[in-house]
């Protein structure tokens, strides 16, 4: 009998491990297929221009409207909801933004804030018509799609409006400073010397800093008793990540060294992923998705919350127009028209779950990045737009059939 | 009488859990067979291996039926050979008529159209052999859970069932309903019908069965047979928990303070119809140290009292005073009433208490997250602690505090709940049916858990369709009728008989 109790236990103990492995699978799968299609465009384009320092730093500039809004609308998903209208808030909040600054001459930095209020205004009042009016999301932001498209027409005349003054430019297109510049004395240097310093020396900081960061977690975690992963996993996964980020750096410092949109970017995935993994706010989000009826009984705020994550939406999606619109240089009316599209995708592809209370930071992160690193490498191999939206709808299915029988498997 | 179902040595594994381990089943040609066993024990995953929810292929050992050896890789082989099976939660489409369900997906119909004379024709006749006196065109809503109960079983007749399985049929039933369907049962084994019945209530097993199969702990225990004399509940109960369990409730020695709680001249209306009371001009009080019960039947206004009385969380235009510690409180949302210090657990531990994706941890922390927080940041450490300590202290069964609670039997689950509002350290707590759907040994504990709370001077409220319980742990019981409170006695005086007596005098005052 007790050997019979002994080898249950161990049976128990070997298949929760084993559940632990496979939850890291899916995660590290999204992660590894990312890796795989960067090989394949590596290996397919000509002098392997996907990973030229020149192509890594457009991709990363045209795919950081996708990233910042994605952040936004996995709190929305989570919660149960769903915002269509985002491409239409980046239209909008470019022309109004794009008008103020040429029209009406107001100074950029004023400009920014009030797109940025804007665009959470929007937000919040389409908030307050899922969460206290109670109406479907979907119908409700369907309106709103229709209706800052309509507007942003109405505002531009069919017109383009720009352009705009550099430093408003540079939210887009610019770079940190490098303060290692040669000078003079530049050419006389080897080309390997004449790299952005500033950029790789942040990018290992920023390394370091999760590695140790990591480690010290999990010490701290495990003298607190907690149950943690085996250290050399940790370690491994950890020094994984460090290579790929100082190898990120490297590539970009070869070049005009990090993009500022890229230090946004990184600011705002590490806010939202700590929201989500380490805030009360976060936790009551993913409760309200998964129950909310049992997470109302439990005295979550289930209204309020909800109104939270649509005028968070709002507010990202304000930022995304202002992106938009300094990167092209000009408010344009078609500015922002699919983006819904490519973020919602982004989402499903990150695994996040369609009935709501489910999903990562960092997996819809992946799930961005290969949505754009898909669309910059069909370019540069010269596949037709068309077959890149066919190819883009496959990789969705795709991407989602292998959750689903992920999860129906257990 | 050959046995028209043999199950041999069924071993059924699931991750991190060993669900059933050899069990053995054989079920005689034309017997009511019952399968009995502490929540958790395997019953339902033994009936869900039998139809084919778990296909051939996911378990080890062999289905005989009907002499033959059978593989069924989904439901729909094993109801093609007459292998029905109701579950405990009712598989009916709400907004469709009783005619439609019954047919759902077995529409009579020629060339994909559907023949609606023959459909309606088809369910009158099947509606009467169940007793079910309703129009084919009523709408499911519209009907009661004793009525839809029927429809189900008309459903299985309308397959052409020869062994028809019933998971926890009465649960949900009041006491008429429940004799009407045991009847019927009895009825369907006179006609030469198989039936295979999962039940808690021993009352009702000792009535109808001809055998009795208990499981424990994923294994079989053994087979008694009824019908060689009178088998007694404690019998059963015994072979249920591998332990003479001579008290069914704990002992309960009651030291009561003042007055802790009340509500006075509370009524509530319908949320949708207004004007409709549902709770009419009640009030109640509960003192420390106190396990006050409500009695009543289905529909009674039970539930929606105590759900009015938390943060208005039922109803609408409330009226009424509320005090607590002898100062009027406020309960205007759920907030308030938990700020408060009340507690509600609710009766539906599924839709209305857990997040099931979440695991126990996540669950047991949500309703008090500020107090394993600091400034909005959660402390996970502390999380842990205070989940490890509840998963200790009220002994839930389960690999670890980061499982689902989804995987987690219904005793196991209550206790989450539980958990979660002892977490928020009440001061009142209303339970609601805190023991539908659970074992005898969990019951055991759970009133060992309520009579621990009322001696540290909390007061407890206890809504409960199961009077004997009622009996067994309250030390006053008010009984409600129709919205209103109909009666007060002190449990020591009271007994199921004074307890109807009170709820049947209204309808007596109503028809003179």
């Given at each position: ?75 929305i998903?989570?919660?149960?909801n769903i915002d269509l209208s985002v491409?239409s808030i ?29 665009g959470a205004l929007i937000g919040a009042a389409q908030g307050v018509l899922v969460a206290y009016a109670?109406m479907?999301s979907f119908i409700v932001t369907l309106g709103g799609m229709?209706i800052f ?157 909800i109104f939270?994550t649509f005028a968070?939406m709002g507010?990202?999606a ?93 | ?512």
């Open positions: 009998m007790s050997t019979q109790i002994q080898a249950d236990a161990a049976a128990l103990k070997a298949e929760v491990r084993g559940q632990l492995w496979k939850d890291n699978l899916r995660d590290y799968g999204l992660l590894g297929s990312l890796l795989l299609i960067v090989l394949f465009f590596y290996l397919i384009t000509a002098d392997h221009a996907s990973v030229s320092p020149v192509n890594i730093t457009n991709l990363i500039m045209q795919n950081s409207y996708v990233v910042i809004m994605a952040l936004g609308m996995l709190l998903i989570v919660g149960g491409g980046v239209g909008f909040v470019g022309a109004v933004g794009g008008s103020l600054i040429v029209y009406a001459k107001f100074p950029y930095p004023l400009v920014i804030v009030i797109c940025l209020a804007v109670k479907p229709l498209r309509g507007l942003t027409g109405n505002m531009l005349l069919g017109q383009f409006v720009g352009p705009f003054p550099k430093g408003f430019q540079s939210i887009a297109s610019g770079f940190l400073p490098d303060v290692t510049d040669f000078g003079s004395i530049a050419d006389s240097l080897p080309e390997w010397a004449n790299i952005h310093w500033v950029s790789l020396l942040l990018g290992a900081l920023v390394a370091l800093w999760m590695f140790v960061g990591g480690i010290r977690r999990w010490r701290r975690a495990k003298l607190d008793g907690m149950e943690v992963e085996p250290l050399a996993l940790l370690i491994g996964k950890n020094l994984v990540f460090a290579v790929i980020i100082v190898g990120i750096a490297w590539n970009l410092a070869l070049y005009k060294g990090l993009p500022i949109i890229l230090v946004i970017m990184g600011a705002l995935i590490a806010l939202y992923q700590f929201i989500t993994t380490r805030t009360v706010v976060g936790r009551r989000i993913y409760a309200l998705g998964g129950n909310v009826l049992a997470a109302r009984l439990s005295g979550v705020k289930t209204e309020r919350l939270f968070n507010l990202l304000g930022l995304a127009g202002l992106v938009v619109a300094a990167r092209l240089n000009s408010a344009t009316p078609s500015a922002g028209s699919g983006f819904e599209l490519d973020v919602i995708a982004a989402c499903f592809i990150g695994g996040t779950s369609a009935s709501g209370g489910a999903g990562k930071v960092m997996n819809v992160v992946i799930g961005a990045l290969f949505m754009g690193v898909m669309n910059n490498g069909m370019s540069l191999v010269g596949l037709g737009i068309f077959w890149q939206q066919v190819v883009k709808g496959l990789v969705l299915l795709a991407a989602v059939f292998v959750d689903v029988y992920q999860k129906r498997k257990g | 009488m050959p046995a028209i179902l043999e199950m041999k040595g069924i071993t059924k594994r699931f991750p991190g859990v060993v669900a059933l381990r050899d069990v053995n089943l054989a079920v005689e040609e034309g017997e009511i067979h019952a399968i009995c066993g502490e929540n958790g024990a395997g019953k339902s995953t033994l009936m869900k291996v039998l139809s084919g929810v778990y296909p051939y292929g996911s378990y080890e050992g062999e289905i005989w039926y009907k002499g033959e050896p059978r593989r069924f890789h989904r439901i729909a082989d094993s109801e093609h050979l007459g292998i029905i099976i109701i579950h405990q939660e009712l598989a009916l489409a709400p907004q469709l008529s009783i005619a439609e369900n019954m047919f759902l997906g077995n529409e009579p119909a020629r060339n994909g159209v559907i023949d609606w004379n023959e459909s309606f024709r088809r369910s009158r006749e099947l509606m009467k052999t169940v007793g079910l006196k309703e129009s084919p065109n009523t709408l499911i809503t519209n009907i009661g859970v004793g009525k839809q109960q029927l429809v189900e079983i008309a459903k299985a007749l309308s397959k052409k069932v020869k062994l028809l399985i019933l998971d926890e049929p009465t649960a949900s039933l009041n006491e008429a309903d429940s004799a009407a369907l045991l009847n019927l049962l009895l009825e369907f084994k006179k006609q030469g019908m198989t039936s295979i019945m999962i039940s808690h209530k021993l009352n009702e097993l000792a009535r109808v069965a001809d055998s009795i199969t208990v499981i424990r702990d994923g294994s079989t225990v053994e087979t008694i047979d009824c019908r060689a004399g009178q088998v007694s509940e404690s019998r059963i109960i015994r072979s249920m928990v591998g332990r003479e369990m001579t008290e069914r409730y704990p002992p309960r020695a009651s030291t009561i303070g003042e007055e802790l709680f009340s509500i006075r001249d509370w009524r509530v209306e319908h949320p949708q119809h207004a004007g409709r009371a549902v709770v009419k001009d009640v009030s109640l009080h509960v003192r420390r140290g106190e396990v006050v019960g409500i009695a009543g039947l289905m529909g009674a206004g039970r539930t929606e009292l105590a759900m009015s009385v938390f943060g208005r969380a039922y109803g609408r235009n409330i009226t009424g005073a509320a005090t607590l510690e002898g100062k009027a409180v406020k309960l205007d949302t759920i907030d308030d009433a938990i700020d408060a210090g009340l507690a509600y657990v609710t009766e539906d531990r599924k839709t209305l208490g857990l997040i099931l994706n979440e695991d126990i941890k996540h669950n047991i922390t949500l309703a008090r997250l500020e107090g394993v927080a600091d400034g909005g940041v959660i402390n996970e450490a502390r999380e842990e602690q205070v989940a490890t300590r509840f998963r200790t202290a009220l002994r839930i069964r389960s690999s670890s505090i980061h499982q689902r609670t989804l995987d987690l039997s219904g005793g196991n689950q209550q206790k989450v709940v539980l958990s979660k509002w002892l977490f928020t350290e009440p001061k009142v707590l209303m339970l609601d049916e805190p023991t539908r759907g659970i074992d005898v040994g969990a019951k055991f504990e759970i009133y060992t858990l309520i009579n621990d709370l009322a001696a540290q001077g909390k007061g407890v409220i206890v809504i409960s369709s199961e009077m004997p319980e009622l009996l067994g742990i309250c030390d006053r019981i008010y009984v409600m009728n129709e919205g209103r409170f109909v009666d007060e006695m002190p449990a020591k005086e009271a007994s199921q008989e004074k307890i109807m007596a009170s709820i049947m005098r209204q309808y007596a005052g109503a028809f003179q």
